[in-house]
């Protein structure tokens, strides 16, 4: 099975060169949480995108989302959209949804952004576990998936996501 690791600024400065000698075929980078906000930039963005494009690590990139209202999602689209300008990433963006109290508009909010990254020329998916895949979202037509449980989960297509 391939390994991808999911980072963010949690994970801290992260040697990618070491990453890339060890066998990862590549790393899904977390760009951001919430409202369009330089304040909710993932810190190590900018420097994880960079090492990977430099070194040729393939990358998709999820952005963590708090909406609780439909409305909301526009400000979380808009995000991604701002960090995403001047990178291509090989590998869907995704919708990161799992935060307690979004439920009752997690699908709407999903399919919302997955609409407007493909709009916007970026293949989409949806970052989730398992069960709140299964309880707030269910989007079949979405087919590029990572789900599973709290500490690894499985992208549907062969991939082993491990966090650093």
């Not at 909710?40 to 994880?48: E, H, I, M, S, V």
């Not at 609409?115 to 576990?129: L, N, R, W």
Request: aromatic share 12%.
């Amino acid at each position: 099975m391939n390994r991808v690791v999911d980072v963010s600024e949690h994970n801290g400065n992260i040697d990618w060169t070491k990453v890339k000698a060890s066998g990862i075929v590549g790393a899904i980078l977390r760009c951001g949480y919430g409202q369009d906000q330089t304040g909710q930039d993932d810190k190590k963005w900018l420097r994880n995108v960079s090492e990977c494009e430099r070194l040729g690590i393939p990358y998709g990139v999820y952005l963590y989302s708090y909406a609780k209202t439909t409305g909301a999602v526009q400000g979380e689209i808009n995000h991604a959209l701002r960090l995403l300008k001047g990178h291509s990433p090989a590998w869907p963006v995704y919708f990161d949804s799992e935060q307690p109290g979004t439920q009752g508009v997690a699908k709407a909010n999903a399919k919302a952004f997955c609409d407007a990254m493909v709009e916007h020329g970026y293949k989409a998916g949806i970052y989730a576990s398992t069960s709140w895949y299964l309880t707030a979202l269910n989007l079949p037509e979405w087919t590029e998936l990572i789900c599973g449980s709290t500490r690894q989960r499985v992208l549907f297509q062969a991939f082993q996501v491990m966090w650093m």
